[in-house]
Each structure stands twice: as structure tokens, then as C-alpha cells.
């Protein structure tokens, strides 16, 4: 089930750059069966076919949605391979695919490069279900084990990987919750040079970055957040080369059509309609976020936005950016204490109406949360002090409901409300 893949072997993973609104509007538009001008619903489970070896040849690989043929909607489907075509257009992959989840889409990948006892080199700083996925569970069910480091370390990353046994190299392109920055380049110069394949989860900056581009074998992302921006489905898509998706995808050996992480087409349909304009929703999350954490630190809260330029991780997410889109939709208060962080988060909630108490982000409300006892709350006290995590960190995904000044009335006076000001 292990599957190489250097640069050698995927030499056309990674396309010529194109700006990714561009892109998308350069994708192939489906148009619908009786010629409407959005693309039909295939919600069909199962497929016929006009002739009776034809399903035959299906299954032994010889024939393929690449010429027009389909089986069954575990497999692939026409609606969910065209969002999925979108996919690959945004992050300048060969081929993507959509799933269930952002998780399902990290676990396939990962079984799917990886063999039992398998070995892997991920940041410390993650999303509290991947760091769970990678610590407790591939290693319990699966033997694979993962050596966690900080990635802004180049050398200690270089030493942790070892040749001929290592992998995969995980980590965020800008990190949960504490937003560091990735050094995207070298950690994949160095990752490379051994031989490993380079994953990286962009789930907090579609548009903004593009790894891929920068040098990424894999683009994961939880479809649910920022693409989707309605917190209204739970989807994800792994965006990469052809090859490995389409292994992914084996009738024999592979991790998404085996599992069976298949997403709904229903679905599928709804976030193809969405991808369109996620440009514009990225750059007015990014705005106003920045807006929001330069005003913020005026007041005297300590903030975390690599939009900042006193970010340590600023010139580098500068030096890497997509131009035009900004440094992320999210920013941090470290109020230091989970006290605080509860008695902020219920003013700007209860009090003014500036958020919402809730996890996930991309949202077009402001959404909070307190991440030691939410979303990372898979660490233990060390881990999370590793990662950045304080127990007062309030992670805010800004939206773009209302006007810029009306929400940030609502921010001063919940401030005011807590005398902080």
C-alpha cells in the first residue's frame, strides 16, 4: 500500500504558477444536461454500462473516468470529480478528489503513502484531531509512528527524518490555532532531498498560499472551513499528482474508494457553486482580520497575526504569499488565563453581539473559541505548551458580516465592558 513519490516519478505534480482565482476561472465550466448553465447533479449510486465486458474493463483499471466511464459513486462520481477538477485548478495540482472530511482526507493520504510500521516527521504545532490521528491512532492500529518537532527548526526537521525509513513530512501551511508560518521551500528541500513526501494541510489559507506551488508533493483541506464558508457541510479533498489520486482510488489497494470516505454529490454540486467567489470572501476575511489585529494591539492585547510586521513568521508568509489576498481570516488574543478568555469571549458574544462562541472557522460571523480547552484539547499541558497554546489563547476567525466599523464598536465596548482597555 506504500507509495514513493519523489520528483522523479510525479516530475508534473505542480503546474505553471497562475493566480488561483485565475485558475479557477480558467477550469473547464460543466455545463448542465439540458444545456443550463450550471452543471448537472449525477446522483446516482450505481452506473450502467452498453455493453457487458465493458464492467470488466472498468474494474481491471482499463477504463476510467478519464474517458468518460463510471461504476459506482464509491469510486468516482462525474459531480464530485468535476468540484474536485476545481480543486486541483485552485492549488495548481495534476488531479485532486473530494471527500467526507478534512479528516478522511488526511487519513487516506496518510494510509495510503504509508505501510504498517511506517514512520513519520510532523510539526508539533497541528490541528488537535490530526495530532490525535498521529500520535494515538495510526500508531495503535496501524504501527505507524510520528516524530513530532518544531518545523521552523530546519536542521532539527532534517535530523528527525531518516532515509529509507521516513515517509512523510506533515504539517500546516500556517498552523492551529498559533498561527506560525511554514517555511514551505526549504522544509521541502529538505524533505526531497531524502526522499520523503511532503503533505501540507492549507485549510487556513485557500487563496492566500499556495503550496503546491512552493514546492508540496500533497494539498490536504478541510473544505468545510474557509471553501465553504457557509459552516453548513463537513467535506474535504486531497489535491495532488494524478497518480496518487487515482491510487487512492484502486479497486484493490486503495485508501479512499477501500474506506469509503465518499462524498455526497448533493454536496459536491453546493461547493462547486462556492468556489467561484472565494477569492473575494478570502480577501475580505484577510482585510478586515488585519484591520482588526493592528487596532486590537493598539489597545494592548497581546496578538498573534502573522499579518503583523512584528509576527517573527511576517517576511516569510510575506515572501511566499499569493499577491492581492492578504495574511489569513484568522488572528489570536492570548488573554492568558482561561478565565479571561471565557469572561472576553461571553461579552463579545452576550454583551455586544461582535461573535459567536463556536468551533471551526471561514464562517461569515466572527467565530471563538478557546483552543486549550476546544480544539487542541487532545494535548496534554506539555504538548499544548509546546505548540504555542496558552490556556487563555482565543482563536478568532473574523467574518465580514456588517460593516467593518459596526463590528469593531462591538469589539471596543466588550473590551471596555471587561475594563482591559
Not at 480558467?26 to 457487458?52: Q, Y
Not at 467526507?100 to 504509508?114: K, N
Request: aromatic letters at 8%; a neutral charge.
Amino acid at each position: 500500500m506504500a507509495e514513493s513519490m519523489d520528483k522523479k516519478r510525479y516530475p508534473n505534480n505542480t503546474l505553471p504558477f497562475k493566480d488561483p482565482a485565475a485558475a479557477l476561472a480558467d477550469a473547464r465550466h460543466e455545463f448542465g444536461e439540458h444545456g443550463g448553465i450550471n452543471m448537472s447533479i449525477e446522483a446516482s449510486a450505481t452506473f450502467t454500462v452498453m455493453e457487458p465486458d465493458t464492467m470488466r474493463r472498468i474494474f481491471s483499471g482499463e477504463l476510467g473516468p478519464d474517458r468518460d466511464f463510471f461504476v459506482y459513486s464509491r469510486h468516482f462520481n462525474p459531480t464530485v470529480l468535476n468540484l474536485s477538477r476545481l480543486m486541483a485548478a485552485m492549488e495548481g495540482t495534476e488531479a485532486a478528489y473530494c471527500t467526507a472530511s478534512g479528516m478522511s482526507a488526511i487519513s487516506a493520504v496518510l494510509l495510503q503513502i504509508c505501510s504498517a510500521g511506517g514512520h513519520l516527521v510532523a510539526s508539533r504545532k497541528l490541528y488537535g484531531g490530526t495530532y490525535a490521528l498521529l500520535s494515538h491512532f495510526l500508531r495503535r492500529a496501524c504501527g505507524i509512528t510520528t516524530s513530532f518537532v518544531d518545523i521552523g527548526d530546519l536542521e532539527r526537521v532534517d535530523k528527525e527524518i531518516v532515509e529509507g525509513k521516513t515517509k512523510v513530512l506533515y504539517f500546516e501551511s500556517i498552523s492551529n490555532p498559533s498561527l506560525s508560518v511554514a517555511n514551505v521551500p526549504e522544509l521541502c528541500k529538505i524533505a526531497h532531498a531524502k526522499g520523503v513526501t511532503v503533505v501540507v494541510d492549507n485549510t487556513f489559507a485557500p487563496m492566500v498560499m499556495s503550496p503546491a506551488r512552493l514546492g508540496a508533493d500533497v494539498v490536504v483541506h478541510s473544505i468545510s472551513k474557509f471553501i465553504s464558508g457557509g459552516a453548513d457541510v463537513i467535506a474535504g479533498a486531497v489535491c495532488g499528482p494524478a497518480r496518487l489520486v487515482n491510487s487512492m482510488m484502486d479497486m484493490h489497494q486503495g485508501s479512499l474508494m477501500l474506506l469509503g470516505p465518499t462524498m455526497n454529490p448533493k454536496v459536491a454540486f453546493d461547493l462547486s457553486e462556492r468556489l467561484p467567489h472565494l477569492g473575494l470572501r478570502m480577501k475580505e476575511h484577510c482585510r478586515r482580520a488585519a484591520i482588526f489585529a493592528a487596532r486590537m494591539q493598539k489597545l494592548g492585547l497581546k496578538v498573534y497575526y502573522p499579518g503583523l510586521e512584528d509576527h517573527p513568521d511576517h517576511k516569510l508568509l510575506k515572501s511566499m504569499a499569493n499577491e492581492g489576498y492578504g495574511y489569513g481570516g484568522l488572528l489570536c488574543i492570548d488573554m492568558e488565563t482561561e478565565e479571561r478568555a471565557y469572561r472576553l469571549m461571553n461579552a463579545l458574544q452576550n454583551a455586544t453581539q461582535f461573535g459567536l462562541m463556536a468551533v471551526s472557522l471561514g464562517y461569515y460571523e466572527t467565530l471563538m473559541s478557546c483552543s486549550g480547552s476546544s480544539t487542541s484539547s487532545e494535548m496534554n499541558e506539555e504538548e499544548k505548551a509546546l505548540a504555542g497554546i496558552s490556556p487563555g489563547l482565543v482563536r478568532m476567525s473574523i467574518g465580514y458580516t456588517g460593516t467593518l466599523e459596526q463590528k469593531w464598536s462591538q469589539f471596543e465596548r466588550a473590551v471596555t465592558r471587561m475594563n482591559l482597555a
